[in-house]
């Protein structure tokens, strides 16, 4: 059932292996950076929140009165 | 209604009539580009002969292109286009008068100047003919057009080269027939089929665009 | 009926499509997995050699599909624009800008295997063909969008700005690939007509069907990872998203 007689023809795709594999290889590769370009994208915007929300909450506990805790609240804004 | 586009249009015409160096330089912009290809090509004539619709046609597209972000910013900075768009006139009209008046101050001129610059590339009287002919119908389509990709990136960051990336590929169908026309006629054959292609591409261009140009000034000036 | 409406228009707000769309990524990636590997075997393995082409037809596997999704997903991109428009709902213009990434290398993959196909068959990397150069042009289309919302910092204005040119860009892909294709008709001589495609085989068609599965199972799956993204940044001020991020990697 299977087309090839040995793994090096199928390597070879009868004289096209340079042009069938750089095919393949790019969209393989592509493939699997994308996804994990995307899933890190969403970790790291995920750990940035969680950092910003942390910030904005002990701003919040030592009372909005003082210069100091504002400015920490600047800071995380300018760090978006 | 077609008075309010008149008056859009007059007094578009007005202030640009202002600022000349605006509509010179664009001229020149499209001599320059014109005279380096020979240049950069070499001075074979029969080469130049082919070469010439497809050449002109570009440089043309690329000084239309270059007068694009000027049509809505000053009227965007000195709050102008926000009047206009609450005015109880449909702003579509408004687009369309503006559109008009950067076509007689960039399509127009660029129009009447190719046939001369056709002359360094040896072109035949018929090919000199029908390359105004294809600029004249082609151009009021590029500044349809272009006024859409000037009304999506108004008021933006690095705004010049937005604009050509959004609208160049758009442009390509007109470069098609324009250029085309120009080649036919270089051929020996007709260049009528090209030409109403060209027309209709521009009706659309004229009276269709202006309305995504208004939908997207609204989005701009929210 | 009534009822139903408002059951769809649950899953409308992105509170809601967030956790969805998590349940819905896993379930995506293994279908695109599962279509990938039977589709790999079929075309890879079992496929007989192309009596015109020899092996060097098995690009097709790849290149088909990749252009298919590059054409669909412009499609659907315009249709979530349309409806951001109409309907001013937040999601629809998340799912455009999360879609438009996977197109545009939908489309460099296209040009890419077409290219790499096109050298061994025609001799040549590229010829000025109408398909060839509407994919080149779409690309293009596809890059103009991702600069359009990069270069706007409200992401309310970005969603409608990309909405008109998403739109505009379809109502302009049959005229362009028109007039290319007429173009090329009277520039015949250098180039090549892609158009007589051998007749393939059934096997070959299933392969091709099976891979065309897997790049769209794909392409959902890695869309929804980046619409989850664009979901908590423009909503981080929600008491939803505090949540969820309460929630997240305890």
Sequence with gaps: MIHWNSFSDFLAM?????YVWGSFGVTALIMIVEPIMAIRRRKTLVLRLKRQLRAEKSTHKAGSTSRSNGEVGKETRSSQ | MMGMVAAITARDLKLAMRRQA????????????????????????????????GVLWVGALLATMLSLPKL?????????????????????????????????????????????LGLQFDLSSDALLVLTVSLLIGTPALSGI???????????????????????PL????LIFGAGAVDATVAGLGAEAHLSILGALAIGGVFF?????????????? | MNNRLINWFKYASPQSFYPLAGKMIPWFTALAVIFGIAGLWIGMAVAPTDFQQGEGYRIIFIHVPAS???????????????????????????????????????????????????????????????RLTSELILLFLYIGFIALQASIDDPRRADKAGAILALVGVVNIPIIYFSVKWWNTLHQG???????????????????????LSFWMYSIAVSLIRARSIMLERERNTEWVKDVLAGEGK
């Design chain 3, 68 to 130: 298919w999704m590059s054409m669909f997903i412009y499609l659907v991109m315009a249709f979530w624009a349309a409806l951001g428009l109409a309907y001013n709902t937040r999601l629809s213009g998340m799912m455009a800008s999360a879609l438009a990434p996977t197109g545009a290398l939908m489309a460099f993959l296209s040009l890419w295997t077409g290219a790499l196909w096109g050298k061994p068959m025609w001799g040549t990397w590229w010829v000025w063909d109408a």
């Design chain 2, 171 to 174: 442009y390509i169908p007109v």
């Design chain 1, 14 to 18: 009868g004289g096209y292996g340079l």
């Design chain 2, 72 to 116: 809505f910013a000053d009227d965007f900075r000195d709050g102008t286009l926000e009047q206009l768009v609450l005015a109880p006139q449909p702003l579509g009209l408004t687009v369309l008068g503006k559109v008009l008046a950067h076509w007689l101050v960039s399509g127009l001129p660029l129009a009447l100047l190719a046939p001369v």
């Design chain 2, 146 to 168: 272009g006024a859409i990709g000037a009304a999506l990136t108004l008021g933006l960051r690095g705004g010049g080269v937005l604009v050509s990336l959004l609208v160049l």
């Design chain 2, 209 to 222: 665009a202006p309305w995504a140009t208004a939908a997207a000034l609204r989005i701009a000036l929210e």
């Design chain 2, 22 to 53: 605006d509509i010179v330089s664009v001229l020149f912009f499209f001599i320059i580009v014109a005279s380096l290809f020979p240049l950069g090509i070499g001075p074979e004539q029969d080469l130049l002969r082919k070469l010439a619709p």
């Design chain 3, 190 to 212: 250098s180039s090549v007509s892609l158009t007589k495609s051998p007749s393939m085989a059934m096997l070959m068609l299933w392969g091709m069907l099976l891979m065309a």
